[in-house]
């Protein structure tokens, strides 16, 4: 993930949020300070400390997901369509968020074309089995 034409050194805080196939939402937030040339990426940029995680975590807007309701549990039982983030840049580190800066929208996709699924049902144990093509 990348924000670029930000103020240089300019404080945003990025928010993710999902919602599963029951309804339930599902966020997550970092604060992040962009470099000297107002671009911001995840990849090089560490998360600042107050938000779900904090250190370089490319990854964590989605792992740090959290459900808005306590103990509930994400579900997605069709792995043929995608899950859908929504990206959300504001301004400062603030709580409430700043002004919203950016947003975007993100599918996460669980197979790939081509991809087989292959039931498996042996005692007790009921998986399933994804074969890459």
Known sequence: ITVQGLSPRQQVTLRTSLQDETGELFQA???YQAGDDGELDL???PALPGG???GLEPMGLLWA????KPF???VKRDMQSPFVLQLEV???HGEPPGRLLAQAQHERAFLRDG?????VREGRIRATLFLPP
């Open 52 to 54: 779900s995680f904090s």
């Open 65 to 68: 997901l959290q459900p808005q």
């Open 43 to 45: 990849a090089r940029c």
């Open 90 to 92: 504001f301004e400062g």
């Open 115 to 119: 991809v087989r699924r292959v039931p």
């Open 29 to 31: 937030c970092a604060r």
């Open 72 to 74: 509930r549990c994400m």
